[in-house]
């Protein structure tokens, strides 16, 4: 939602979400098409790794075309492309066709301790992501109340992370590459939608009575009535749910 119709539902006061300033399915198919095409190719060549990493490359090549033709940001197409080469280029020296998960593995590891780090020293990083999406430039950590519906919100997605790596690590340990492939299918898009809707139901309960929302942080420059802007806020107080 952009432009005016983003106006119109901020007017009428119909609630954000936040897979709408998080970018809902965006970067699932990135997640799931180059570790499925691996596997496949892995499988169809006689696991022979050097099949599953081109296969990997060329559906990952076919991905990054149709993101950049959809218009998505090219460096977070190139953060794609990326991770899987990092995957291939360990897979093709180790010769383990379930070393292509070890990146992914490490990634879910440092992205659990950064999402705890970040809520310990009060900047959690689901509200430098909205605040940054929404160009706030630190006005919510200025709102007692958003700060604490964000870094008790940020513990969803601390635990989503911490559950990939309860599943994925017995897997890798195993060597058992299927599951691993069944496991990074169902714990992308589905986890994410799961973590995007308790963490945002987690943000709104958190929040008081007339707080005027994600968009309108309540600081002492700003007071209670305005909008993160300086002018008067028209949008009409939400009951908590």
């Known amino acids: 939602m952009t432009g005016t119709s983003q106006r119109n539902a901020t007017e009428v006061g119909r609630p954000e979400s936040l897979a709408d300033l998080l970018g ?21 060549a006689d696991r022979s790794v050097l099949a599953g990493v081109v296969a990997a490359l060329v559906a990952a ?15 977070s197409v190139l953060i794609g492309m990326l ?13 383990r066709a379930e070393d292509f998960f070890l990146v992914q593995l490490l990634a879910n590891a440092a992205s659990a301790l ?6 310990v020293v009060r900047w959690p990083l689901l509200g430098v992501v909205v605040g940054t999406a929404l160009r706030q430039r630190g006005r919510w950590r200025r709102d007692p109340a958003l700060l604490r519906a964000y ?34 299918v169902g714990l992308s898009w589905p986890l994410v939608a799961a973590a995007l809707a308790i963490s945002w139901a987690v943000v ?20 209670p009535h305005a909008r993160d802007d300086g002018e008067p806020d028209r949008v009409t107080p939400r009951p908590r749910q």
Not at 114 to 119: D, H, K, P, Q, T
Not at 204 to 223: D, I, K, M, Q
């Open 24 to 44: 809902g399915r965006r970067g699932a198919v990135d997640a799931t098409v180059p570790p499925v095409a691996f596997t496949a190719g892995w499988l169809v």
């Open 61 to 75: 090549a076919v991905v990054a075309g149709w993101r950049l033709r959809r218009g998505d940001r090219p460096r």
């Open 83 to 95: 991770a899987v080469c990092v995957a291939a280029l360990v897979v093709v020296r180790t010769g």
């Open 114 to 119: 950064a999402w705890a780090v970040s809520i």
């Open 151 to 184: 870094r008790r919100a940020s513990w969803v997605w601390a635990g989503s992370y911490l559950l990939r790596l309860a599943v994925f690590l017995p897997l890798y340990l195993g060597g058992h590459v299927l599951a691993l492939t069944g496991a990074r």
């Open 204 to 223: 709104r309960r958190s929040l008081p009575a007339g707080h005027p929302g994600l968009r309108h942080p309540v600081t002492p420059e700003t007071g």
